[in-house]
T-cell receptor, first 116, second 115 residues
Framework: DQQVKQNSPSLSVQEGRISILNCDYTNSMFDYFLWYKKYPAEGPTFLISISSIKDKNEDGRFTVFLNKSAKHLSLHIVPSQPGDSAVYFCASPSSVSGGGADGLTFGKGTHLIIQP | ETGVTQSPTHLIKTRGQQVTLRCSSQSGHNTVSWYQQALGQGPQFIFQYYREEENGRGNFPPRFSGLQFPNYSSELNVNALELDDSALYLC??????????????FGQGTRLTVV
């Protein structure tokens, strides 16, 4: 099974600077990772994903990097904006055999605070 | 195109009671997954329904059960409520059963408090 770890409960970044959110995983057999963003009183919203055939995926201000040898991925937000203040979750399919039917395993999340 | 809606938004129950939470999936989606998010934790997968059948389950006891209806809406039932069941319950709809939840859309959640 997969474990996904986000070791920083919170991160404070000045508006306009780069935000870097980190995520580690345990099982290198998994080849797909997702980032979700969650505002208070709302459900998580899909942000960006990456497959292990790539080491980088970019979508506008958001870029996800995957380091397979270190079992580590990171989400970069450049430039950071006040509306980016939210909780960010890293996620991966829960099992290889079950595929998506076993749901996603989420990290505990990182609360990103963008300061003006 | 309607989004995922959950009801109620907030609920208070007494330990030992039973609760039913409801979810209307996004138009065109045939798969519903339920997650429990405890305070300070990430969402934890409860189970998934695809075409009215449970086709995947996380590490939750049998007192957590569900249903999916022909219109693909879904219910989560929890019997014999315990204090630790207090959490945000999230429903996510997607298309494709066992496919990856790439395009899973979450509802706003139901905040359940057990006293």
């Amino acid at each position: 099974d997969q474990q996904v770890k986000q070791n920083s409960p919170s991160l404070s970044v000045q508006e306009g600077r780069i935000s870097i959110l980190n995520c580690d995983y345990t099982n290198s057999m998994f080849d797909y990772f997702l980032w979700y963003k969650k505002y208070p009183a709302e459900g998580p919203t899909f942000l960006i994903s990456i497959s292990s055939i790539k080491d980088k995926n970019e979508d506008g201000r958001f870029t996800v990097f995957l380091n397979k040898s270190a079992k580590h991925l990171s989400l970069h937000i450049v430039p950071s904006q006040p509306g980016d203040s939210a909780v960010y979750f890293c996620a991966s399919p829960s099992s290889v055999s079950g595929g998506g039917a076993d749901g996603l395993t989420f990290g505990k999340g990182t609360h990103l605070i963008i300061q003006p | 195109e309607t989004g995922v809606t959950q009801s109620p938004t907030h609920l208070i129950k007494t330990r030992g009671q039973q609760v039913t939470l409801r979810c209307s999936s996004q138009s065109g989606h045939n798969t519903v997954s339920w997650y429990q998010q405890a305070l300070g934790q990430g969402p934890q997968f409860i189970f998934q329904y695809y075409r009215e059948e449970e086709n995947g389950r996380g590490n939750f006891p049998p007192r957590f059960s569900g249903l999916q209806f022909p219109n693909y809406s879904s219910e989560l039932n929890v019997n014999a409520l315990e204090l630790d069941d207090s959490a945000l319950y999230l429903c996510a709809s997607s298309l494709g059963g066992g496919a990856l939840n790439t395009e899973a859309f979450f509802g706003q959640g139901t905040r359940l408090t057990v006293v």
